[in-house]
């Protein structure tokens, strides 16, 4: 008699905890609807960036003086700066500069060592492409002065 007793007991603190854990979940369940979704309708939302974002890289055709640091500081030994020797000033003149992005790490590695601070990184990240060879950007597409979501119009920038 006293066994059963017991194991009436037993049964009925295992039901008292396994309907607490069901409890608790449906409470885990039950915030939900109350959170704000963290998803945005992109392309007509767009999250901002944080201040230290790695996006596309800025480049300053004029402040550059072909040193190629940002060379050998890369992991993959990437940007391909193409100079002369100026003999009459004895100095290296930059003829042209490129990143491919589509193998670039956003490291920052070459921003962080570039000697003249020519190099900076936007918060730019919309840089899909159909066809990989246009993620090469020359000196030209990198000194392109950053789109900013903040200004612009067509979508509602959202606060990640
Ligand atoms: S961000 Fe990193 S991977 Fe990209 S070019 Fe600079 S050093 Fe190389
Ligand atoms: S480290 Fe800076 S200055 Fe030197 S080659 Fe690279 S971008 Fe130009």
Partial sequence: MITTIIKFKNYGQQVVEAAKYIGQG?????????????????????????????????FEFDKCIACEVCVRA???????????????????????????????IFCGNCIEYCPTNCLSMTEEYELSSYDRHELNYDQTSLGRVPVSVLHDVSVQSVRI
């Fill in 26 to 58: 449906f409470a885990v369940t039950l915030d939900h609807p109350n959170r704000l979704p963290t998803t945005v309708q992109y392309p007509y939302e767009k999250n901002l960036p944080s201040e230290r974002f790695r996006g596309r890289i800025h």
């Fill in 74 to 104: 890369c992991p993959i030994n990437l940007p391909v700066v193409d100079w002369t020797f100026r003999k009459d000033i004895k100095k290296k003149k930059l003829r042209s500069y490129s990143i491919d992005f589509g193998v670039c």
